[in-house]
């Protein structure tokens, strides 16, 4: 079984910061290939924020580069998302995203809203 359970989200005023977590289980992570961020706005389908593949660096969408940062630690299962000087605009559901053997898996997202 492949589980993604994103965590951290959370209501903060503009410029503030935070960091999601997306903790895996039923991965082995040597073997995934695309680790990704997406963001989804109520009505909209998800739209790209960040990427981490193997033996390559961090990858982000123009919006949030300069920003946002992308991690992972492979002893904890973990993708993680720092987020600084975050705008209203940013407010949406974060879902994680992994790529391994073939298929995609999502998790189920955390609320960040950012208040003017």
């Known amino acids: 079984q492949v589980q993604l359970v994103e965590s951290g989200g959370g209501l903060v005023q503009a410029g503030g910061s935070l960091t999601l977590s997306c903790l895996a289980s039923g991965v082995i992570f040597s073997s995934i290939s695309q680790m990704d961020w997406y963001r989804q706005a109520p009505g909209k389908q998800p739209t790209f924020v960040a990427r981490?593949?193997?033996?390559?660096?961090?990858y982000y969408a123009n919006s949030v580069k300069g920003r946002f940062t992308v991690s992972a630690d492979n002893a904890k299962n973990t993708l993680y998302l720092q987020m600084n000087g975050l705008l209203p605009e940013d407010t949406a559901v974060y879902l994680c995203?992994?790529?391994?053997?073939?298929?995609?898996?999502w998790g189920q997202g955390t609320q960040v809203t950012v208040s003017s």
């Open positions: 981490l593949a193997r033996n390559l660096g961090p």
């Open positions: 995203k992994i790529d391994q053997g073939g298929a995609t898996y």
